[in-house]
């Protein structure tokens, strides 16, 4: 009699947990003015950040040096609540230092050069669930079972780090291009360890342990073009991300399953270990527009982008493996993505001649159509998964200019809800114990922006968008 455990839980969290940062667009922004626009700057952007949203205005800088991103922290709270096993909730809070940006703006050749890094994705996730329950379904397989114990353990790390240069040519008064390249090194593991143990009488132990782990290394290159024109009133910007282009890729996956006590002829033991796994890593083409327009005593930005859709490939090409069934099964590792249209505003408003208050929101739409899933390793109990959800991003706060320095500090909130099936179904044979609860997952983060620019360090723009 066979002993299967379908991992829905484990790949929702999971997965949701790494790939939150790579199914939505806008999930970091980079710039101190820019995080508080909610990066709603593609035809206004005035910091460092012009390297990632559009490297056209580079042509309009005025001074030359270093400059370091405002500060970021970052409460981070992800909880799961189920309607169903004595109401279990799972909930982690984290808090650390958000994604950074640090670079600088030089002349060479009498045109104008920049060179930054920053951290595009940074999570690392560990969270755990363990619970004592018994219930009718279990039970009926059980007859004599006086304890039943569930444990889950997660693990996701996802690492993206870029650090390229950006040029920019005057064409004339009104109208500037642009262009930056970026080396990304990236990589993105994930490892779930589920195991149940069934005490009956007699001190019969029924014992149940899945482990699957992989990891995908993948370094390559982005390429943005980047154009702005200004008219008597505003300014439009025109921003392309071309398609990832990857060099160097590499995969690993591991499974390993252990069943004992659960029935005569029903031990089992599998444990599988594959390096050196063909790999890809894609990342589609991306178009921004956006706009600056003065209005009195501050400055409306509005900013649309969209990113095209991506038909379904292999990220990691893992070989055929018995799951238990005596034969051998595909594991599946694709992804799919859909096209994303997302919009945004950002305000800024003059308090008074050396303070600016700042605020923004944006759409951030999943475009996860089908989520590499290593965790479905296809068995005819598994269900279809899509991974990822839609998060909305506001911000808010100040640019205190001194004589001598500039304090910057703000907030930003994003958050999402979404629910999905239950977090443990288990097969013996014929007969199924399935559980469907409406289980909710609330995302929630809160930045804590601040900063100090010192203006012989910093870069400034020109008047070129007409903002004072």
């Given amino acids: 009699m066979s002993f299967k455990y379908c991992l829905v839980f484990v790949l929702l969290l999971n997965l949701f947990l790494g790939r939150a940062q790579e199914g939505n667009y806008?999930?970091?922004?980079?710039?101190?003015?820019?995080?508080?626009?909610?990066?709603?700057?593609?035809?206004?952007?005035?910091?460092?950040?012009?390297?990632?949203?559009?490297?056209?205005?580079?042509?309009?800088?005025?001074?030359?040096?270093?400059?370091?991103?405002?500060?970021?922290?970052?409460?981070?709270?992800?909880?799961?609540?189920?309607?169903?096993?004595?109401?279990?909730?799972?909930?982690?809070?984290?808090?650390?230092?958000?994604?950074?940006?640090?670079?600088?703006?030089?002349?060479?050749?009498?045109?104008?050069?920049?060179?930054?890094?920053?951290?595009?994705?940074?999570?690392?996730?560990?969270?755990?669930?363990?619970?004592?329950?018994?219930?009718?379904?279990?039970?009926?397989?059980?007859?004599?079972?006086?304890?039943?114990?569930?444990?889950?353990?997660?693990?996701?790390?996802?690492?993206?780090?870029?650090?390229?240069?950006?040029?920019?040519?005057?064409?004339?008064?009104?109208?500037?291009?642009?262009?930056?390249?970026?080396?990304?090194?990236?990589?993105?593991?994930?490892?779930?360890?589920?195991?149940?143990?069934?005490?009956?009488?007699?001190?019969?132990?029924?014992?149940?342990?899945?482990?699957?782990?992989?990891?995908?290394?993948?370094?390559?290159?982005?390429?943005?073009?980047?154009?702005?024109?200004?008219?008597?009133?505003?300014?439009?910007?025109?921003?392309i991300n071309l398609p990832y282009l990857e060099v160097v890729k590499d995969g690993s996956f591991s499974y390993s399953k252990i069943v004992s006590g659960v029935g005569p002829g029903s031990n089992q033991y599998l444990d599988y270990n594959f390096d050196d796994l063909t790999a890809k890593r894609k990342v589609p083409l991306g178009i921004s527009v956006g706009t600056g327009i003065p209005i009195n005593r501050g400055k409306f930005h509005l900013n649309i982008d969209y990113i095209t859709s991506m038909t379904k490939y292999t990220r990691l090409t893992i070989p055929d493996i018995d799951t238990g069934s005596g034969e051998q099964e595909p594991v599946n590792f694709d992804e799919e993505r859909k096209a994303v249209l997302n919009i945004g505003i950002g305000v800024e408003y003059r308090l008074r001649d050396n303070l600016k208050a700042y605020g923004g929101f944006s759409t951030d739409f999943n475009s996860l159509k089908n989520s590499a899933n290593i965790f479905d390793i296809s068995t005819s109990e598994n269900k279809s998964i899509n991974t990822g959800e839609d998060f909305y991003h506001l911000s808010a706060g100040i640019d205190w200019k001194l004589k001598w320095l500039s304090i910057i500090s703000g907030i930003t909130n994003t958050n999402s809800s979404t629910s999905f099936v239950s977090p443990y179904t288990i097969n013996f044979g014929d007969s199924n114990i399935t559980n469907e609860p409406n289980t909710q997952l609330k995302y929630t983060r809160w930045q804590f922006v601040i900063g100090i620019d010192v203006p012989i360090l910093n870069k400034k723009l020109k008047s070129f968008s007409s903002e004072d």
Wanted: glycine share 8%; hydrophobic share 35%; no cysteine.
């Fill in 26 to 239: 806008k999930f970091n922004n980079f710039g101190n003015r820019s995080i508080l626009l909610v990066g709603n700057v593609t035809g206004s952007v005035s910091d460092l950040g012009l390297t990632y949203y559009n490297p056209s205005f580079l042509a309009n800088t005025d001074n030359v040096g270093f400059s370091l991103n405002a500060k970021a922290y970052q409460l981070v709270n992800l909880k799961l609540k189920s309607s169903t096993i004595d109401d279990a909730q799972i909930s982690s809070t984290k808090f650390n230092s958000a994604s950074t940006m640090a670079g600088g703006v030089f002349n060479l050749f009498n045109t104008r050069f920049a060179y930054s890094y920053l951290t595009k994705s940074n999570n690392n996730t560990n969270i755990s669930y363990s619970k004592s329950y018994l219930n009718d379904d279990i039970l009926n397989q059980f007859p004599n079972a006086k304890n039943h114990h569930a444990n889950i353990n997660l693990n996701t790390d996802l690492k993206d780090d870029w650090t390229g240069g950006s040029w920019a040519y005057k064409v004339n008064e009104n109208f500037n291009l642009g262009v930056s390249a970026f080396v990304s090194l990236y990589k993105y593991g994930g490892s779930s360890l589920v195991n149940h143990i069934v005490e009956s009488g007699d001190d019969d132990i029924a014992f149940y342990q899945n482990t699957v782990s992989f990891n995908q290394k993948s370094y390559g290159l982005f390429m943005k073009l980047g154009a702005n024109y200004k008219f008597p009133k505003f300014v439009v910007g025109l921003n």
